[in-house]
Structure formats: C-alpha cells, structure tokens
C-alpha cells in the first residue's frame, strides 16, 4: 500500500482527502491511500516521519510550511527554496527528504491559463496583490517569473518596501492596476458577508479579480468586482492544480 498524507494542525477541514480519495476511486488507482496525520509540534516530525515507515509522499498545511524546511535535506530551487515554505514533500530513493511549494505551480498554472483564454499577454498587465502573507509569496513568485510589475496592499504597509495602505488607492492606482489578486482570507466561509477594503466602485470592465479563496466559490470580492463588469477567477483551479502537481512530484 503507498500512503500519503496530509501534515499540519489542526486538519478539521482538508480538501487534500476528499480529492484524493476520489481521485483514486474514479482513476483506479490501487493499493493507495490518503491519511490526515495532526502534528501539533513540528519538532515531532522526525518522530512522525519513523512511526510511518510506509509514507511515499506528504503534503504539509498550516502552520508548518515554513517550520518544517530544516527537517529536509533538499529544496526545489525554483519553488519552496525561492518562496520560503513546502508544501509538498517528496520521499527520494536514498530516502532523504525534498520540500516543494505547489501553490506556486497551481497559481502560477492557473493564471497563465486564465490570461491565455482571455487573450492577454502577462506582462502588459500589472497587478495589486491584496494580503502579505504566505500564499502571497507564491504568488509574488509567479508574476515576478512573468513579468507581472506589482504592488502588495497591506494593512501593515511599512512591513515591505513594494506595499501600500488600503487607503492609499487612489483612483489612478487602481486604474493602472488592471489585476487584483486577493491573497487574504477575507471573505472565506462562514464570514462570507466581508470582502477585501477595496474602492469597488473604480473597478472597470478591463480589470480581472483573482481571489485564492475557493470556499464560497464566489466570494463578495468577485461578486462585487463582476458587478462592475469585471472578469473573476476563484482559487478552485489553483487547489486541484496544486495537488495534481504533487501527485506528479510524488510519482515523478
Ligand atoms: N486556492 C488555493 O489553492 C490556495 C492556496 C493557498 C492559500 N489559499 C488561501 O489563501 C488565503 C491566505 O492564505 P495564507 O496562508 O497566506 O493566510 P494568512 O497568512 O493567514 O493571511 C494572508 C494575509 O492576509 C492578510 N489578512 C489576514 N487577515 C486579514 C483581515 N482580516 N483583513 C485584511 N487582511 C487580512 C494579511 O496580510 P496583511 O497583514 O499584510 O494585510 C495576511 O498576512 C487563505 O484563505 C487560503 O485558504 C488558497
């Protein structure tokens, strides 16, 4: 039997199970299963990574994609060394352990569709990225990687030298700033009432919203921005495009 499994604390609410699990059924795939191990403590990893000799790959959630990195004995250059968190871990054959981050390639893959079906080349947008924390990075990642100029908006501006304030969106910010992205949680499931403090009201028929939330799959921020004629993309495709990204690591 090839077990994988989610890491992370707590796991009340995993997607990585369901999909999987279902993944296998309707794929026929066999002798594999997806489990949910709780690890309150990462310093416990190593202790975990002995109790289950029979891992072949793991995914890593909240609040250890960052704590987690000096138990590896690798990085993938290109995504979780750059960005600073794994997600993803990846079992070699000598048995030692590579970190990954997939929500780079989900968001990365993701955005690079969505532009390519509305005819938009990357680089001659540029684009407001609402939130700083771990998700952003993966996503400050991807539009550096495409040419994508940014700014980070932030209630804590004075954290990073490319952020400003909510309040320092000025029509003329927003009018150059034909994408935003919400990389915040706001809005998630059950406070589906709240949104982004964005002045809706200067979002045009030319701007695109993103929000990584996925849960509700419209959020009062696309809502908002489709009530402006603006074109919307949810976090869903970015989530089922992460863990296909590392079924293939895992199986790669
Ligand atoms: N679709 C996917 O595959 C996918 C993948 C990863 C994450 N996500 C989603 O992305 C979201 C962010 O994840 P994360 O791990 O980066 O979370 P996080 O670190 O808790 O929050 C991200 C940032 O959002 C801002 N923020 C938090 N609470 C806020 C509030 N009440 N009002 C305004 N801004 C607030 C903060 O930035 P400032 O303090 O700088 O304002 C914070 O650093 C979550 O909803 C997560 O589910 C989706």
Redesign the pocket.
């Given at each position: 039997m090839r077990v994988f499994a989610l890491i992370g604390y707590p796991l009340t609410h995993s997607f990585s199970k369901k999909y999987f699990t279902e993944k296998f059924e309707n794929e026929g795939i066999e002798n594999s299963c997806y489990e949910l191990l709780e690890l309150p403590d990462y310093q416990n990893f190593p202790e975990l990574i002995k109790a289950h000799s029979d891992l072949s790959g793991l995914n890593v959630t909240?609040p250890h994609k960052q704590n987690i990195i000096p138990f590896l004995d690798e990085l993938d250059a290109a995504s979780a060394e750059r960005i600073g968190a794994v997600n993803t871990i990846k079992f070699l054959p000598d048995g030692k352990l590579k970190g990954y981050n997939t929500?780079y390639y989900?968001f990365r893959i993701s955005l690079e569709k969505w532009l390519a079906d509305l005819t938009i080349i990357p680089s001659t947008l540029k684009a407001l990225v609402l939130?700083?924390?771990?998700?952003?990075k993966a996503v400050l990642a991807t539009l550096k990687d495409l040419h994508i100029d940014h700014k980070i908006v932030?209630?804590?501006p004075g954290?990073h030298e490319d952020a400003i304030s909510y309040d320092d969106l000025t029509a003329d910010i927003i009018a150059e700033h034909l994408l935003i992205i919400n990389?915040?949680?706001?809005g998630?499931y059950p406070k589906i009432e709240e949104c982004?403090a964005i002045p809706y009201a200067l979002v045009s028929q030319q701007h695109l919203l993103y929000d990584?939330?996925?849960n509700p799959a419209e959020t009062l921020f696309l809502k908002k921005g489709k009530k402006q004629g603006a074109q919307t993309h949810n976090?869903?495709p970015?989530?089922q495009l992460?863990a296909e990204k590392a079924w293939e690591i895992w199986n790669s």
């Open positions: 909240i929500d989900g939130g700083n924390g771990g998700a952003a932030s209630r804590q954290n990389t915040s949680p706001v998630t982004p990584l939330v996925y976090g869903l970015m989530l992460q």
